[in-house]
């Protein structure tokens, strides 16, 4: 039996998500796949919102060999602020973990990313997990990248609307 053009690229995008899902698995040890997704008003917690970034996730990110952390920034995407980072080179074809924080807003059912056009055409979209305060996924890069490629965050809120914003991948 041949197979297409088409389906052998369908074949090794399955067979390429699979892998990086089995890969993932053990990335977000001891945080609980099966909480709810929340988010918080500004006053319910006791962490500093101007600190930037979080030294004991760079840690843990660069002990499973995610190299050092990017700061991608901040913005209001909607009602959402989000804020956005990557570990490591972004390498065509390859892994990219990301992180996402997202506070305001109504609660939210679920992240997406991926690395490309806002389109996501000839990318592959990664789900991010829920961590303690952020999400968290391992993307990919698509091969070739696009020309002026961003890292793309889909928001999906509970009820199923969507808010879309792009951070400059800082390469």
């Known amino acids: 039996m041949s197979m297409d053009r088409n389906q052998l690229r369908l074949a090794a995008t399955l067979v390429t998500a699979t892998a990086l899902c089995a890969w993932s698995a053990g990335c977000g040890e001891g945080s609980n796949t099966n909480s709810a997704a929340h988010t918080h008003a500004s006053g319910d917690h006791d962490h500093d919102h101007d600190h930037d970034h979080d030294h004991a996730h760079e840690k843990e990110m ?57 389109s996501g055409e000839g990318s592959m979209k990664a789900k991010a997990e829920l961590e303690k305060d952020n999400w968290h996924t391992h993307g990919e890069a698509p091969s070739p990248m696009p020309e002026g490629s961003k890292l793309w965050v889909e928001i999906e809120a509970e009820g199923g609307a969507k808010t879309l914003v792009s951070f400059d991948l800082k390469m």
Do not use: M, Y
């Open 62 to 118: 660069a002990e499973e060999g995610h190299g050092a952390t990017v700061e991608l920034g901040e913005q209001k995407a909607g009602e959402f602020n989000v804020k956005a980072s990557r570990d490591g080179d972004v390498k065509a074809g390859a892994e990219l973990p990301v992180d996402i924080w997202v506070t305001g807003g109504p609660k939210v059912a679920a992240v997406r990313c991926w690395v490309g056009v806002e």
